[in-house]
Each structure stands twice: as C-alpha cells, then as structure tokens.
C-alpha cells in the first residue's frame, strides 16, 4: 500500500453502484480493482496484491461471506462487509467469516472511505514500539509482533482481533466499556456499532478459552488475570 494509494477489490454485482462507488473510492484517493461476482472476486484477488477488500454481500456465483472466508484462509488483509441488508445476522455471519467492518447500503461516499482509511490504519499501524510481551494466566500476547500464544501454541488472529486482545492484555482485570473498545481498536471518533465489539469478543473467546474474557453486564468486558 502506498500512502497515497491503498488498492481496493470491490466486489459488487449491481453495475451502478459497482461504478458509482469505484468512481468515488476513486475521487477519495484509491485505486480500485472491480470485480461483478464471488468467483471473479476470488480470482481477481488470487492474481493481485490489495490493501483492503470491499464486499457486497449478496453476490452471484459465491456470496460475500463465503469470499471472505476464502479471503481470510491465504490473508490477513482488511475485509470490509457492504449489504443492503439490515438484519444482525447478516453482520454477524459476516464478522464470523473474518470481515473487520460492515457498512450498511445506501452508504455515505465520503464515511465510506473514511472507514476504509480507518481499517488501513488498523491494519498498518503497530503502536507497540517496545512494549514488553503481556502474559495473563498461560496467554501470552506480543504487542509488537501482533501475535498471541496460548499454553506456548500460536493463536491464528485477524489484524483486527489481534488489536483488540492487546488492548484488553494491556488492561487485565480493568473493565473496557465497548465505546472506549470502538475508539481504540477501530478507531470510531463517531458513532460505531457496538455488535462489532461482542462479535469480535465472542471470535477471541473460541480461540483463547472463553473463561479468559469476561462479560461484566451493563459495562463491558475484561481479561481475566
């Protein structure tokens, strides 16, 4: 990614909204990858090098999810969900597939590329600098290499799951209200949805034991030290 340029795969079978929104990543300072169905998408992203993935959810040949999951098995970059769905489970099957974000049609062009900047910055920034390993109860978290171990095994995360557990590792036993969690993880100084967070949380508990991350009701969760 170049700091003027991140490259984008759009994925979108509508071709107004297809073009209209390729023109307008454009406008803001992308180079964009167009691609009208799942299996393009795929083999287009096989054969290129992206920055972030932009996908509609309803899509032919194979539907947005499941692009993602295929995304998500060879890559660790940003995938950002767009559906003119409203439903929760649409956003949270999508969160589940290893999607980082998830933008509602019809969509504001210019927050659409501000969340989009937001992922990239997620993605590239590592605020670690030399901060030591963070352990908690056989959980090992290294804040700089964005990774995490568990009885000594490697933990497979998302950019974006990574950030999260070093955020919670870096306030074992404090409780982290969800807005405070929104702010620091995917950078939301606006309103953001809160089922970004639980789905995120619920992905971390399946990978690192669910006893280690506690819900504390009405104010949100903490590592468990």
């Known amino acids: 990614m170049t700091a003027d340029r991140p490259h984008v795969l759009l994925v979108e079978d509508d071709a107004a909204i297809r073009e209209t929104t390729a023109l307008l990543l454009q406008t803001h ?25 932009l996908l509609d959810v309803m899509l032919p040949r194979i539907d947005g999810i499941s692009l993602a999951r295929l995304i998500r098995e060879t890559s660790a ?8 769905r409203s439903e929760p489970f649409d ?19 210019p927050v659409l590329a501000a969340r989009l900047r937001a992922v990239l910055r997620r993605a590239g920034r ?7 390993l963070l352990r908690a109860d056989g959980l090992e978290v290294d804040p700089a290499g964005m990774s995490a171990r568990v009885g000594g095994e490697p933990v497979a995360l998302t950019t974006t799951e990574a950030r999260l557990l070093i955020e919670l590792a870096r306030n ?5 209200n969800r807005a405070t969690l929104l702010e620091r ?41």
């Open 29 to 53: 300072g992308f180079d964009v990858c167009v691609s009208a169905d799942g299996q393009t998408g795929i083999d287009d992203f096989r054969a290129g090098r992206f920055d972030v993935a």
């Open 172 to 176: 074992v036993g404090i409780v982290m």
């Open 126 to 132: 590592h605020d670690a600098g030399g901060e030591r």
């Open 91 to 109: 956003m949270v099957a999508g969160l589940e597939a290893g999607a980082d974000d998830y933008v509602a049609k019809p969509f504001d062009g």
């Open 185 to 225: 993880v995917w950078d939301y100084r606006w309103d953001g949805d809160t089922r970004l967070v639980d789905v995120h949380v619920q992905r971390l508990r399946a990978k690192i034991g669910r006893e280690r991350i506690e819900t504390v009701r009405g104010a949100g969760y903490k590592l468990v030290g």
């Open 77 to 84: 970059i940003p995938i950002v969900l767009l559906s003119a």
